[in-house]
């Protein structure tokens, strides 16, 4: 519509479709909003928190739903890694392998106590204590295993985070 | 001999046989039979081959403490429904047990896990090497004087 | 027939690991295939990735404390880990159960017992290619999930049997909830068929893939499902009958071809054995306690105990040596996944690679039961 119904004063037309169509922003700015919104994690479950990762993507909670459903079997095809379940010293050199073969910019999500610190196994012998001693973790998400709604509000926090970097630097340094 | 004969038959038949080398343990909630290693592989092959307990169901060990370990065995047979354990004390500077991969392939991978875990030598055995631990691990984590140092942060 | 016997199509020996990442592995799960072409000449497990110590850590644990352990060995079936290791405890110390404990641990075991069979055959279809089915198979299990959050809090690791009976009640709305299930399922057992088992590309890739012949599996120990679909219809319910299984009608299927197909049909057949016991469970279902009287502080007498429950995978077996103080001096757990999977590389030799994913998913492990 080009006539502006209230003050029925002309708009030019052009000028209109410029308004409603036209975002001005940063190259960064864009790239961080359209990164946000479609993450690709890599398929990759370690053990209980698999399973609740899997459910997250099934009908009932349907990840989908927010874009983040493109589970790739090839770490460089991803550029997230859910980090769901203990991590055993047998393990890590793999779990790192992978991560280093993801795809810069690329994103950790620790779910389950055991990718957060060791969790119920964090007196064992052959168990890592905790993700962050092996990835840099952006997102820790507790729970033994944690729902796969506390999954899909980790991602969220994820979207925001990747959606805003100033803003999370300057509150958490 | 029947396949079908009771426990309690075939433990008085095997205490009787191996006078002193054999015994049953008493007090035990399940039936129990306690062995020398050195007969062990003939009294297994004998309990699979003429009384019927043919299936190996689990196969572990235990820590005694002082250095000494102890095989344990559980053998059954499906049906009728019976459980044996057998407990064989590994005696030496280095604890060894004889292997039964031959009798049962299942006791591969058991066998292989206890001597990750106990360092026990199983002889025999054709591929005795770790299995759950990694082969640059130092020590087993299941004997007693194992002590873990704690990683907590 | 092997390529290798024609000379002009001779190839060179290859050798491909698949996994410990690999989306057909099921968790950290390393098959190294020596090749021939698209041929398995040799292959070798490499497990211990998810090796978690738990046998050492439940040496400082108390009774009670180790109890949530058992739910992350198994995980996909955390109630029937449960129910073995309490049992095992309380032949350790003698307990007589109350009726409605029992009662209730069986509906929660029977249960359990589907949503397993349900991540099984879903993930078998997913790892063929079909998503749909997984859908399916995932909608059911959230409703049992429901179920067990309604009577324990949590859906996976419910924590909810305790040595003498069970942590609570069951809520008013539990029963009218389960009868609700048990109605739907019909419908879904339905739909799998025609979705799956009537499906002619299913059914191309799994007849005949994957052969243990019933020989083969009582010398490798295994036990479960693949043994009852190796023709040898062994259930430790029927056999030897723990808690109060002999108060059911049910019956043990039994398939003769042991194959993946008949891996994969049988878990359907014993959903619906379950969906038996559970319907007779809920009609007999008695009032009164749901514990036992026991000490505040569990102590077992001095003593070694061996108990085994038929599991969702197998024999699942609980060693448990007491030296009379509060905590075990040692527990063995005897782990279905970890003695099934010992038959794999038989099983695997001389098949194609896409066949090996095949079998690797029929015989239904979960790794945290392997590698405890």
Known sequence: MAVNSNNLEKIDPVEEQVKKNIIMTTVDQALDYARAHS???????LACCAIEMMAAGGARYDIARFGYEVFRPSPRQADLMIVAGTITDKMAPLVKRIFDQMPEPKYVIAMGSCAISGGPFADSYHVVPGADTILPVDVYLPGCPPRPEALIDALLTLREKVKNPKVVMEAHG | MDKTTSLEEIITLLV?????????VEDSLDAAIRVKDQLFFQVAKELKEEHGLDFLTDLTALDLGEGKFRGIYHLMSWKPYRLLRIEVDASGEEPWLPSITELWPAANVQEREVFDMFGIIYDGHPNLTRILLSEDFEGHPLRKSYVTKSRRK | MSIAEDKILRTEELTLNMGPQHPSTHGVYRAILVLDGEYVQNMENVIGYLHRGMEKLAEARTYPQFLPYTDRLDYAAAMLNELGYVQTVEK???VELPERAEFIRIIMAELQRIASHLVMIGSFALDLGGFTPWMYCFRDREKILDLFEMVAGARMTPAYMRVGGVMDDLNPEFIPELKKFIDSMPASFEEYDNIVTGNEIFIARTKGVGILTAEKALAYGVTGPNLRAAGIGYDLRKVAPYSIYEKFDFDVPVFYNGDSFDRFVIRIEEMKQSLRILEQAIANLPDGPIQAKIPRVIRPPEG???????????????????DGS??????????PSFVNLGALPEMCTGLMVQ???TTIASIDFILGEVDR
């Open chain 1, 39 to 45: 993450f690709w994690p890599v398929t990759f479950g």
């Open chain 2, 16 to 24: 009787e046989k191996y006078e002193g080398r054999l015994e049953r």
């Open chain 3, 92 to 94: 350790l110390m003698g």
């Open chain 3, 304 to 322: 070694e105990v061996y108990h085994q429950i038929e599991g969702s995978k197998g024999l699942l077996g609980y060693y448990i040596a007491s």
């Open chain 3, 326 to 335: 509060n905590k075990p001096s040692r527990i063995h757990i005897h782990g």
């Open chain 3, 355 to 357: 066949d090996v994913v």
